[in-house]
């Protein structure tokens, strides 16, 4: 089983990245996904989750700007991330788990993880 990210890289403020994570080694919609980021010296935070295609949840701080999405298709889970500002910049992670009561708070004991993108905003 893997998750791999990619699409990180360096953009000014305003404007916008894609994030995509492809899982290998299990059908991923069948799982709860969703994307972690961690500042420097910052704890890990939970940003947005996905289940089932449709059931979506948010933080606060990315809501409107972030849209978290699946293609069954391709095993892959994306995250478009519009309007990015400095506070933003993070090393973004996705991570798989069979159920998704406290997926954020779960953390580190969720099933499968990546090993992570860089996104860095100026």
């Known amino acids: 089983v893997q998750l791999v990210e990619s699409g990180g890289g360096s953009v000014q403020a305003g404007g916008s990245l894609r994030l995509s994570c492809a899982a290998s080694g299990y059908t991923s919609s069948s799982y709860c996904m969703g994307w972690f980021r961690q500042a420097p010296g910052k704890e890990r935070e939970g940003v947005a989750r996905i289940f089932g295609g449709i059931i979506r949840y948010y933080v606060d701080s990315v809501k409107g700007r972030f849209t978290i999405s699946q293609d069954n298709a391709k095993n892959t889970l994306y995250l478009q991330m519009d309007n990015l500002g400095p506070e933003d910049t993070a090393m973004y992670y996705c991570?798989?788990?069979?159920?998704?009561?406290?997926?954020?708070?779960?953390?580190?004991?969720?099933?499968?993880w990546g090993q992570g993108t860089q996104v860095t905003v100026s």
């Open positions: 991570a798989a788990d069979r159920a998704c009561g406290r997926f954020f708070s779960r953390g580190p004991s969720l099933d499968y």
